[in-house]
Structure formats: C-alpha cells, structure tokens
C-alpha cells in the first residue's frame, strides 16, 4: 500500500497554485482535451480534490476520486460543496492498487503525480486497465528517471535520494520502463509529451524559495511541527536541479484501453 503521507490541506493548496501555476492548468487542459460532459471520470490519487474539482468545475462532467487518506477525503468534499460542484463528485478512500470498483467503471481515469506513490506502478495499471470500459483512455502526468538507475553517478544517486526521502514516494522507474509497462498490461497508442522544459523556470524559482525556508523548517522541525519538514524543503530543493541536469523528465503520458 502507498505510504500514508500528506500535507495540511492549506498548504496543499498553495504548493499547488506556486509550484503548478499556470503549468498546473495547462496540463488539466490537456487532460480536459480527453474528457467529455458524459464521461465518467476516475482521478486515481486525488489528494484534497484540485484535480477533479477542475474538471468539475470546466467540464461538466462527473468524477469520482479516491486516495487512502480520510483526512484528504473529508477536506475534498468540503471543497467540492464550497466551489458549487459536489452534485458531480465524489471522493472516497480506496487503494488505487486494488480498488471495490467493478469491471468496465470509466470512461477515463487520470493520475496526476499519484502513482509515484505507488508500491507496484504496474499493478496499478493492471488495476486501471481492468476498471476502464474498452475504448477508453488514460493519461498519467508525473515524472522518471530520464536515463538508466545504473548509470546515474554519485552526485546525481545523492539528488535521487534527498527528493525520494522528502517527498516520501518510492524510487522512480525510468520514463522506458514506465511505458513497457503500459505495454504490458494491454494499453495500445502510448504518446508521451515531455513537459520538463515548461516546468524548469518555475521549478528554480522554487528552489531558492526552499532554500529561504529551510532554516525555518529546522527550527519548527525542532518543536515538532510535520507542516514544513525539512526532509520535503530539501527536497524542493534539489528538484531543480534533478530536472534541470537531465536526471529527471516531467511529463504526460496518454493511453487507449483497447
């Protein structure tokens, strides 16, 4: 099971209008290109709901998300009934590695940065492919490793370790390994669109935002407080200069269920 981790949802928020911004919406809009208003949407992974309360909100259509944290839930519903879209969503924990849904569920199923978390991304892919109706489609935004684990030298495996520590995911596969398995568990018409480019300048503003910050996560960090942990200040960090080194890629993989 993926590990149990979260941000306050204040925080969550902001990280997401900071980090993401105007790359945030953009990748939605080329999610959103996917979806129609009948389609029936899982987002696997949805965190405090940002996700599908967007495409509440701009598409019309119904979601459903889940994620293994009831706090997230409870937060995501709240904010769903705030921004006048609770009629068209719902929001449940589940493990994405096995989930209560039946066979043939969805029209679509989106992970945005979620199965990173994942303990068997390609359990959760069989998982996926098994709850989508045939002729549908998946698209996974998230990032890997951009050349082979094996290679990588000892600066860049230090890089690799403070991100995966402060994020609290599991290692990364490499963006090829990632889409054999696509492949294998029967995805067809695999098209990936590298977003690493779009992603660098405010990744670097970021990092030096973190590094402001870090002194002050160690004191709060001293006194308890998980809000700031250091470990995750560290890694925002260093998540520049895995991108901006070559060491990591950022983007979007779209998929058909045959």
Same mark, same amino acid.
């Given at each position: 099971?993926?590990?149990?981790?979260?941000?306050?949802?204040?925080?969550?928020?902001?990280?997401?209008?900071?980090?993401?911004?105007?790359?945030?919406?953009?990748?939605?809009?080329?999610?959103?290109?996917? $979806?129609?208003?009948?389609?029936?949407?899982?987002?696997?992974?949805?965190?405090?709901?940002?996700?599908? $309360?967007?495409?509440?909100?701009?598409?019309?259509?119904?979601?459903?998300?889940?994620?293994?944290?009831?706090?997230? $839930?409870?937060?995501?519903?709240?904010?769903?009934?705030?921004?006048?879209?609770?009629?068209?969503?719902?929001?449940?924990?589940?493990?994405?590695?096995?989930?209560?849904?039946?066979?043939?569920?969805?029209?679509?199923?989106?992970?945005? =940065?979620? $199965?990173?978390?994942?303990?068997?991304?390609? =359990?959760?892919?069989?998982?996926?492919?098994?709850?989508?109706?045939?002729?549908?489609?998946?698209?996974?935004?998230?990032?890997?490793?951009?050349?082979?684990?094996?290679?990588?030298?000892?600066?860049?495996? =230090?890089?690799?370790?403070?991100?995966? =520590?402060?994020?609290?995911?599991?290692?990364?596969?490499?963006?090829?390994?990632?889409?054999?398995?696509?492949?294998?568990?029967?995805?067809?018409?695999?098209?990936?669109?590298?977003?690493?480019?779009?992603?660098?300048?405010?990744?670097?503003?970021?990092? #030096?935002?973190?590094?402001?910050?870090?002194?002050?996560?160690?004191?709060?960090?001293?006194?308890?407080?998980?809000?700031?942990?250091?470990?995750?200040?560290?890694?925002?960090?260093?998540?520049?200069?895995?991108?901006?080194?070559?060491?990591?890629?950022? #983007?979007?993989?779209?998929?058909?269920?045959?």
């Amino acid at each position: 099971m993926a590990a149990i981790w979260y941000w306050h949802p204040y925080l969550h928020r902001v990280a997401t209008r900071l980090v993401h911004g105007r790359h945030y919406a953009a990748r939605l809009r080329r999610v959103a290109a996917l $979806i129609g208003k009948d389609s029936s949407v899982l987002d696997l992974g949805c965190g405090y709901g940002t996700t599908a $309360i967007w495409l509440a909100k701009n598409v019309g259509c119904r979601v459903v998300g889940i994620t293994i944290s009831k706090k997230q $839930i409870s937060e995501a519903k709240k904010e769903a009934e705030k921004q006048g879209v609770g009629h068209l969503t719902d929001f449940l924990v589940m493990d994405f590695h096995k989930t209560n849904f039946s066979k043939n569920s969805f029209n679509v199923v989106i992970a945005i =940065e979620s $199965i990173c978390h994942a303990t068997n991304k390609s =359990e959760v892919l069989k998982e996926i492919h098994r709850i989508l109706k045939p002729n549908s489609r998946l698209a996974i935004a998230d990032g890997y490793f951009a050349k082979s684990k094996s290679l990588l030298s000892p600066r860049e495996q =230090e890089v690799a370790k403070i991100c995966f =520590e402060g994020v609290r995911v599991p290692p990364l596969p490499e963006r090829q390994e990632f889409e054999g398995w696509l492949k294998e568990n029967g995805f067809t018409e695999i098209t990936w669109y590298d977003k690493t480019e779009s992603i660098l300048k405010i990744s670097k503003k970021i990092s #030096g935002l973190a590094k402001m910050i870090l002194p002050i996560s160690k004191i709060l960090g001293f006194f308890g407080a998980r809000s700031l942990d250091a470990s995750h200040v560290k890694a925002f960090i260093n998540q520049y200069y895995a991108w901006r080194d070559g060491l990591g890629v950022y #983007g979007i993989f779209c998929a058909r269920r045959p």
